[in-house]
């Protein structure tokens, strides 16, 4: 069975930085690629950023570029988003979700992790 | 960006009566080097995370009812459940991947009448 599991949410000032992991499992982590959604209270989903299958090929949305990094750990079946320079905005639930390549449906979530930045 | 704009915002429907939820986009999502369009439909209940629906804007996820269906090509999408159930009850997405950054519709709200 598919399981994704997010970790690592939790309450941040702004300017703060956090790690989020999504640890994979039941599948071949390095035969997918894998994106970060995120969906602020009461708003839709919209994604953040993703990472091909040998990472690659990263992307990100405009708004977090230089701000976060993600990465991932084949071997330990793991994929992290570092989120540096946090801003309110940020507040979300974050979602892993795989899919086979990036630009691709994604089949199968984590149940997320929710991060909050606030003063 | 893609816009990805869903109608209704939400829609309440009869028992085993017809939903049926409309998304645009603002570009063609369709890829003419392999003729897919490249837009999935998402069913999200509160506290769970979104399950896919449907791919390539009319193959159903394995596992899937096949009271759900979509259609639709290019520009305009449709997810149509055929016969609602309780179950059913959700917010639904549409997603476009064609286009980076990947975007969603707002979501559209099924209630039971």
């Known amino acids: 069975e598919v399981q994704l599991l997010e970790s690592g949410g939790g309450l941040d000032q702004p300017g703060g930085s956090r790690r989020l992991s999504c640890v994979a499992s039941g599948f071949s982590l390095s035969n997918y690629a894998m994106t970060w959604v995120r969906q602020a209270p009461g708003k839709g989903l919209q994604w953040v950023s993703a990472?091909?299958?040998?990472?690659?090929?990263?992307y990100y949305r405009d708004s977090v570029k230089g701000r976060f990094t993600i990465s991932r750990d084949n071997s330990n079946n793991t994929v992290y988003l570092q989120m540096n320079s946090l801003r309110a905005e940020d507040t979300a639930v974050y979602y892993c979700?795989?899919?086979?390549?990036?630009?691709?449906?994604?089949?199968?979530w984590g149940l997320g992790t929710l991060v909050i930045v606030s003063s | 960006d893609i816009v990805m704009t869903q109608s209704p915002d939400s829609l309440a429907v009869s028992p085993g009566e017809r939903a049926t939820i409309n998304c645009r986009s603002s570009q063609s999502v369709e890829n003419t080097s392999n003729n897919k369009n490249y837009l999935a439909w998402y069913q999200a209940k509160p506290g769970q995370p979104p399950k896919l629906l449907i791919y390539w804007a009319s193959t159903r996820e394995s596992g899937v009812p096949d009271r759900f269906s979509g259609s639709g090509s290019g520009t305009d999408f449709t997810l149509t459940i055929s016969s609602l159930q309780a179950e059913d009850v959700a917010i639904y997405y549409c997603h476009q991947y064609f286009i980076t950054p990947q975007t969603f519709g707002q979501g559209t709200k099924v209630e039971i009448k």
């Open positions: 979700a795989k899919s086979v390549v990036t630009r691709f449906h994604f089949d199968d």
């Open positions: 990472i091909s299958g040998n990472g690659d090929h990263t």
